[in-house]
């Protein structure tokens, strides 16, 4: 009978269950980003200096008037649809998925670029 039975005998299944989804879910990921050869990540001068070219090219800001740990709205005054725009166009640059993520700051964004994988 069910309802007789303790809680505590269901501790071992709930336990082999996150043992279960920590083997098959998140070992092969964490495999994957361990396996990444460092040299795979794009260097950080490269990526704010591509960043840079970007605002340039789209929001004619010059690369001194703004420094890195630039507010996007405040410094640089991107309003929210600029803001997606440019993500859009840094992702397309980078070959990344860049939306989804709420930055605030330029440093934010070269940060998760530098930082991803993938970016070419």
Same mark, same amino acid.
């Given at each position: 009978?069910?309802? &007789?039975?303790?809680?505590?005998?269901?501790?071992?299944?709930?336990?082999?269950?996150?043992?279960?989804?920590?083997?098959?879910?998140?070992?092969?990921?964490?495999?994957?980003? &361990?396996?990444?050869?460092?040299?795979?990540?794009?260097?950080?001068?490269?990526?704010?200096?591509?960043?840079?070219?970007?605002?340039?090219?789209?929001?004619?800001?010059?690369?001194?008037?703004? &420094?890195?740990?630039?507010?996007?709205?405040?410094?640089?005054?991107?309003?929210?649809?600029?803001?997606?725009?440019?993500?859009? &166009?840094?992702?397309?640059?980078?070959?990344?998925?860049?939306?989804?993520?709420?930055?605030?700051?330029?440093?934010?964004?070269?940060?998760?670029?530098?930082?991803?994988?993938?970016?070419?």
């Amino acid at each position: 009978n069910w309802s &007789s039975t303790p809680l505590t005998a269901f501790a071992p299944l709930e336990m082999s269950r996150a043992l279960l989804f920590r083997r098959l879910v998140l070992a092969p990921s964490l495999r994957r980003l &361990s396996s990444v050869p460092q040299a795979a990540f794009l260097p950080r001068e490269e990526v704010v200096k591509r960043v840079r070219v970007i605002l340039f090219d789209q929001y004619f800001t010059t690369t001194d008037s703004y &420094s890195e740990t630039a507010s996007l709205e405040d410094e640089l005054r991107l309003d929210a649809l600029s803001q997606v725009d440019l993500l859009a &166009s840094l992702g397309k640059e980078f070959a990344i998925d860049l939306q989804g993520e709420q930055y605030y700051s330029l440093k934010e964004i070269v940060d998760a670029i530098a930082s991803h994988p993938r970016a070419k």
